[in-house]
C-alpha cells in the first residue's frame, strides 16, 4: 500500500532528503515482481504530493485576502498564527490548515462575524494521508486529515479549512455547536475514519452496521480478497492487485 | 340500584337492567396518575416501508397520534461507492458515481467529471458542455416527477404515482435514445462525454418539449386544486430560512421557505449564466410550497432544454487532447456499444502510435496532477458536491461525496417532531431523498 508522496520504506534515507514530496518506484506499485517492462528500476520523483508541505505566501489574490484578513481582525492576530500553520492557494480554491485547539473559535468567528458569514458548512469529511502529511515518521504523522468546506451565501465565496490529526490521537472538537448541519457529517466520518468528535452529542455510526469493527476508509483497512472456486486460486485484494500508480 | 366493585367492570342495576361499565379501573392504583400523561409509544417505521422513500428507518416516538420524538437511521443501503472508486481509474469512477442517487445519475456524473477536469486544468468543448445542460435538464424532470409521483403515492394520490411516471417515462425514453441506458448512464466522462447526441435526439426531444407543458398543466389541475392535496401538505414539515441554513438543506426544501439559492445562478457552472431560466421560490417553507417549487422547476427546465437544443453547434464532444480522450465515437456493434468500426481500422490497421494510446489510456488510465477541490451543483435536491483528492496517479486518491439527500434528510426532525404521525410522510416526501445518495 502507498501514499500520496509514497516514501519506499528501504529508500527511508533518500526520503529525509525530501520531506515536501515522495519517491515512487517502478510503473507498478510492487517490488521484486520480477518485472522485466524495463520500469522495475523507474525512480520517479512525486511533484509535490496531494499534501505538500509548501504554503502559498501573500498576497493570495482575488477575495482570498479579504477573507483572510478579516479572520485575523476577528479572532486576533495571535489565535490566527497560532491557529493557521499553513494557508494554500491551488485551483482557485484556498485552504487553511488549522491546529485543532483552535478550531472552534475559528469556525464560530467564520459563521458569526459580518465581514465573513460563512453560514452554510456544506460538507465535513476526512481524508487519510497514510505514509504523507509531513516530515514526522510513523505513529507520529498527522495522516488523518478532516477536510470542512463552508459556504459564505452573503459573500458567494467558499473556504476549505483542514485540521490534521494522528491515528493515535484522532481527536478533532465538534463543530455541531456552530454548525448543526454537522452532525451526520462527524458521525459518517468517525464511522469511515474513526476521528473522534470530542463534544458531538451522540457519535455513533452511521453508515456500518453499529458492531462493525474498524473505519473502512483507512487506507490500511484490510480489502478483501475472492475466493476462486477452481485450482485453489484467489483473486488478490485490490490494493495488492498489480495496477498502474 | 346496587352496584359492585369489580375492579374491571363495574355494574350498575338500571330500569333497562344491569349496565356494565368496563373501565380497567385499576390503572390509577397501579400506574399512578402520571401514567396518563406519558401513553408513549415507540414505533419502527421501516426500513421496508412503502412509505419511507427506500430503505430508510424511522424511531417514532409516539403520543397517540403525535409524535414527540423522531429518529432516522440510516445506511441500509450502503455500498462502499467512495472507498471503490480509489481502486479505479479515474474514467471507471464515473461508473461508479453514477449509481449513488440513482435518481439524478447524471449530477453525479457531470459533478465527478468537473471536479476531474478541474484537477486536470482543462475545459470540455462547448459542445459538450451544451448536452451536458440538456441531459441534465432532461433528468431533472425525471427525477422530479419521481418526487411528485411517490410523494403522492405515499399520500394516497394513486394518480399522481401513475401520471408521474408515466411523463418520466418519457424522460427516461429521451435519456435512453441519447445515452443508450434509462438509468446509470456513465454518459459524462472526464474530458467530455461518452458520444455525441444521436441524429434522431433533437426531435425526440423537441416532440418531448411540445408534450410536456401540457402534461404540467395535467398535473396542476390534478393536484394543485384539489381540497384533499392541499390539506396534506399545507403547513405540514414547517422548516425556515434559518432552519433550512443551519441544517445545511438546499435544494428545493431552502427555496420554498424563500430563498433564491440555486447554485446555477449564484455559482453558474457549464455556461448556465448564458441562459434564460427562473429560480422559482415559495415563502411558506412548507410541503405545500415544496411542490409548488418543483413543479415550476420542470417548467424552468423546459425552457433551459429549448434553449440548449438551439444553441447546438457542430463540434467535439471530447477535449482535443489524445492522452486523457476516450475514444468518443462510439457506434452500436453486434455485440453492444463499442468503439466505432473506423476506430478499430484506425487503430488496428493505421496507427501504431494511436494503438498505443488507447491500449495505455484503457488499462493503465491518465495521470491526475496531485491536489484536491470541490466542486458544488445544483442537482434536483440541492448541492451536490465533490470533494476529489488526487494523489498524481491514475486513480483517486479519495472521492467524497456530499449529497443533498444525506443532509437534508437530518431536517427530518426539526419537520416532524410536535406533528401528527401522517405528516411525517408528507414531510419526509417533500425532502425527497434518495437512499442511493443518503447512503452511497
Known sequence: MTGPGDLERDDAALGAQAPSGGFRKGAFGVSGSGDTSGFGGLVRVEPGGAVALHSTERPYGGWFDEVTDALVEAVGQATYDAAVSRVLVDRGEITYFVAREHLLALVRALRDDEALRFELCSSVSGVDYLDSGGPATGAHRPRLHVVYHLTSMTYRRRIRLEVAVTAEDPHVPSVTGTYPTADWHERETYDMFGVVFDGHPALTRILMPDDWDGHPQRKDYPLGGVPVEYHDATIPPPDTRRAYR | ?440
Not at chain 2, 427506500?54 to 440510516?74: Q, S, Y
Not at chain 2, 445542460?133 to 409521483?149: C, K, P, Q, T
Request: hydrophobic share 40%.
Open chain 2, 1 to 440: 340500584m346496587t352496584t359492585t366493585s369489580d375492579p374491571y367492570a363495574g355494574s350498575r342495576e338500571t330500569t333497562e337492567g344491569r349496565v356494565y361499565t368496563v373501565t380497567g379501573g385499576d390503572w390509577d392504583l397501579t400506574l399512578g396518575t402520571e401514567a396518563y400523561g406519558a401513553e408513549r409509544l415507540v414505533v419502527n417505521m421501516g426500513p421496508q416501508h412503502p412509505s419511507t422513500h427506500g430503505v430508510l428507518r424511522l424511531v417514532l416516538d409516539l403520543e397517540g397520534e403525535t409524535v414527540t420524538k423522531a429518529r432516522v437511521v440510516i445506511g441500509y443501503l450502503h455500498t462502499g461507492i467512495e472507498k471503490n472508486t480509489e481502486y479505479r481509474n479515474w474514467t471507471q469512477g464515473t461508473t461508479f458515481v453514477t449509481r449513488m442517487d440513482y435518481l439524478s445519475p447524471l449530477f453525479n456524473e457531470a459533478a465527478y467529471c468537473m471536479a476531474v477536469e478541474k484537477l486536470l486544468g482543462i475545459e470540455v468543448p462547448p459542445r459538450a458542455q451544451t448536452i451536458r445542460v440538456l441531459v441534465m435538464e432532461i433528468n431533472r424532470i425525471a427525477s422530479h416527477l419521481v418526487g411528485l409521483a411517490t410523494g403522492g403515492m405515499e399520500l394516497g394520490a394513486l394518480t399522481a404515482m401513475t401520471n408521474g411516471f408515466r411523463e418520466r417515462e418519457m424522460a427516461l425514453d429521451l435519456l435512453e435514445e441519447i445515452t443508450g441506458l434509462r438509468m446509470n448512464h456513465a454518459y459524462i466522462r472526464p474530458g467530455g462525454l461518452a458520444q455525441d447526441l444521436p441524429d434522431s435526439a433533437v426531435g425526440s426531444i423537441r416532440q418531448f418539449l411540445e408534450i410536456m407543458p401540457g402534461r404540467v398543466a395535467d398535473f396542476h389541475r390534478l393536484l394543485t386544486g384539489q381540497p384533499i392535496w392541499q390539506r396534506r401538505l399545507k403547513d405540514v414539515g414547517w422548516l425556515d430560512v434559518s432552519g433550512c441554513v443551519a441544517l445545511g438543506v438546499t435544494g428545493p426544501v431552502l427555496r420554498a421557505a424563500g430563498l433564491p439559492w440555486d447554485l446555477r445562478k449564484v455559482e453558474p457552472y457549464l455556461g448556465y449564466q448564458t441562459y434564460d431560466f427562473e429560480v422559482p421560490t415559495a415563502d411558506t417553507s412548507d410541503a405545500w410550497g415544496r411542490y409548488l417549487v418543483r413543479m415550476a422547476e420542470v417548467n424552468e427546465s423546459l425552457k433551459l432544454i429549448a434553449q440548449a437544443l438551439d444553441r447546438l453547434e457542430p463540434g467535439p464532444v471530447m477535449v482535443e487532447d489524445r492522452k486523457i480522450a476516450w475514444p468518443a465515437q462510439l457506434s452500436l456493434g453486434p455485440d453492444g456499444m463499442g468503439n466505432s468500426a473506423e476506430h478499430v481500422a484506425h487503430i488496428m490497421g493505421q496507427s501504431m502510435e494511436a494503438l498505443i494510446h488507447h491500449f495505455k489510456l484503457v488499462t493503465e488510465g491518465f495521470r491526475v496532477p496531485a491536489g484536491q477541490v470541490y466542486v458544488p451543483i445544483e442537482s434536483p435536491r440541492g448541492e451536490l458536491g465533490y470533494h476529489v483528492v488526487s494523489d498524481g496517479s491514475t486513480r483517486p486518491w479519495r472521492v467524497h461525496v456530499r449529497d443533498p439527500s444525506f443532509v437534508n434528510l437530518q431536517a427530518t426532525a426539526a419537520m416532524s417532531e410536535g406533528g401528527m404521525i401522517a405528516d411525517v410522510i408528507a414531510a419526509i416526501a417533500s425532502i425527497d431523498p434518495v437512499m442511493g445518495g443518503v447512503d452511497r
